[in-house]
């Protein structure tokens, strides 16, 4: 007699701290003790990133779900490990310091659809958190929560995710125990070589600093993430990676389906005209106004954007631009993308006669040369103008590597439309 299964997904966000822990790893230990049951199947795990101006956002800003399969006589047996495992984890959180980063964690438990619409209000926007717990529980969910109940803000955008054909995937590979908190062992020369040997990963390193970037800085236990467009790149590039005695031996890793590279966050390119000319602080951050859609709107670029701001502050009035970038709680828009669509000409200088620069008399008076007395009417002389920066993909400028969100689509994978 054939056991019935039932589908179930879980969600998990908001366990860890700047100095210690991480969601990822957190939920790793989840779904380790799940597997324990009879008849589990994980089919999916998914770490999905949400809106970077969350005002309650966790470091990576990123929570995490699963499609598990599980026997339906096991129902019950399971409810009881996540309830068991969730207790575990608000005990040892109860150690950590008390203060605005601590963290609130939330798991969810469904076995019905959920909305999508709260994926894509937490990738896009603030979710109140009152108004999106009494959605989560009155669609029937399991909740287990902190106090605070943070957590159910990402928790509940991961389960209602829906991967699109094109998604991203991320390996990460978690450190040995007794190695967190102390310095990762991750050969640059290894990371540099990953995209040539395996071009369907992608942001191993910055070549505009040299460096990899696929290590975290901080103190958690993750040793690295590689990201890419199928889960075998990811996992081929994996072990690479540790059969290179240069690297660090990670302790277990863990491929996941993943919403990063889309401009979720963000929706289509939009244009506009400046108005200003380009205004630039102490710290090489530019900004000006534009208008778009008959309202005026402020665009920044900041200095680590590196050819977004160069070409910004180049801008003159006039000048016909598009832009894709997250509107800040200032109502600025920090630019992620830029591209000039139609420069205005550049005035270069008044005309010449008998090889000298004509000049006027004054207001309301005509230009005329000072040698053979020719008068002209007022008018400068001007030339077709093009930036200084390097314009590629269709004339679009995009961050360094290091420098993009983790939600932002390289111009190589696809330009705005």
Known sequence: MTKESIAVRIGLDDTDHPDSGCTTYSFDSLIKELSKIEGVNVRERMLVRLWPYASRRTRGNGSLSARIDILSNSKEQFMIACSEWFERLMSEISNLPDDQN?????????????????????????????????????????????????????????????????????????????????????????????????????????????KGIIAP?????????????????????????????????????????????????LSGPSYGTVISEPSVTKGAHASLRVISDGSGETLVAFSEGGPVNRLLRQLSPGDLVSWMGLRSPDDSIHLEKLKIVSASPRVTSRPTCCGKTMRSKGRNQNLSCDKCKRKTPKYWLSEEWSPDVTISFDGWTQPPPSQRRHLSMPLEHGIPA
């Open 102 to 210: 601590s963290p609130s964690p939330a798991l969810l438990i469904s076995f019905g659809k959920v909305p999508e619409k709260w994926y894509w209000e937490a990738v896009r926007g603030e979710v109140r958190l009152d108004h999106r717990e009494e959605e989560v529980r009155s669609s029937g969910i399991t909740v287990l929560s902190h106090p605070r109940k943070w957590g159910i803000i990402g928790a509940s955008a991961a389960i209602s995710w829906k991967p699109p054909r094109n998604h991203s995937w991320e390996l990460i590979a978690w450190r040995k125990t007794g190695l967190i908190g102390t310095k990762r062992i991750v050969s640059k020369n290894s990371v540099m070589k990953l995209s040539e040997l395996f071009p369907d990963t992608f942001l191993n390193r910055d070549p505009t600093a040299d």
């Open 217 to 265: 800085r901080t103190p958690c236990p993750v040793l690295y993430g590689i990201r890419g467009a199928n889960q075998e790149a990811i996992e081929s590039a994996h072990i690479w990676m540790q059969d290179n005695t240069a690297n660090e031996k990670c302790d277990f890793w863990a491929s996941h389906v993943s919403n990063q590279l889309s401009d979720d966050h």
